[in-house]
């Protein structure tokens, strides 16, 4: 029987490589929780091209809408970082407040096990993802995969993805401090 694993999920053509990896090993269940991405409509238009994506594959796979009404209280925590490049601690703090609610929504759902498609990016750090992951996972007493997506061409199988279904890709990361970085 496949561990039930509920994956955040940044947006639909990072996910693509990491469903297609992770599909014959867990029971999927995806998160779309990101609200750190700028503005509303962005938000919107990304989670519809993750609903799309699953319903292009056809799996039983469903996806949660995590929400937008953290938006105030993220770009609260980043105060004092707003001028940080992307990958500094001002993303340090998004990662950590995504992968909170994920891991607690994996413990009152009882999921094994929590992931994240942040780490499939050329842009993003894996290792400080999957420590803030780690950190989170004994906070909740939820196990927490440990993974580098953008290995094995990960991301790379993201863009041919991406292209073969003609998903949205966006061309900043989401917060309204990445739009110029």
């Known amino acids: 029987m ?9 947006c639909g053509p990072c996910s693509t490589a990491v469903i297609d990896r992770l599909k014959e090993e867990y029971d999927l269940t995806i998160l779309y929780y ?20 699953v319903s292009i594959i056809n799996l039983p796979i469903k996806v949660i809408n995590g929400g937008y009404e953290d938006f105030v209280k993220f770009y609260d925590s980043f105060k004092g970082f707003e001028n ?47 420590e803030i ?7 909740y007493n939820v196990d927490y995969l440990v993974a580098d ?6 991301y790379l199988t993201s863009i041919k993805l991406s292209k073969k279904y003609n998903l949205y890709r966006q061309n900043y990361c989401g917060c309204k401090f990445s739009i110029h970085n």
């Open 133 to 139: 992951g780690l950190d989170i996972s004994k906070k």
């Open 149 to 154: 997506f953008k290995k094995k061409d990960g």
């Open 2 to 10: 496949k561990k039930k694993m509920l994956l955040h999920s940044c």
């Open 84 to 130: 940080e490049k992307e990958g500094g601690r001002r993303c340090s703090i998004c990662f950590a407040l995504r992968l909170d609610k994920t891991a607690q929504i994996a413990k009152e759902n009882n999921f094994d096990i929590f992931a994240t498609t942040l780490t499939v990016s050329p842009h993003k750090n894996a290792s400080l993802i999957n």
């Open 34 to 53: 990101n609200p750190n991405i700028f503005p509303l409509e962005e938000y919107e238009h990304r989670f519809n091209e993750q609903k799309k994506y």
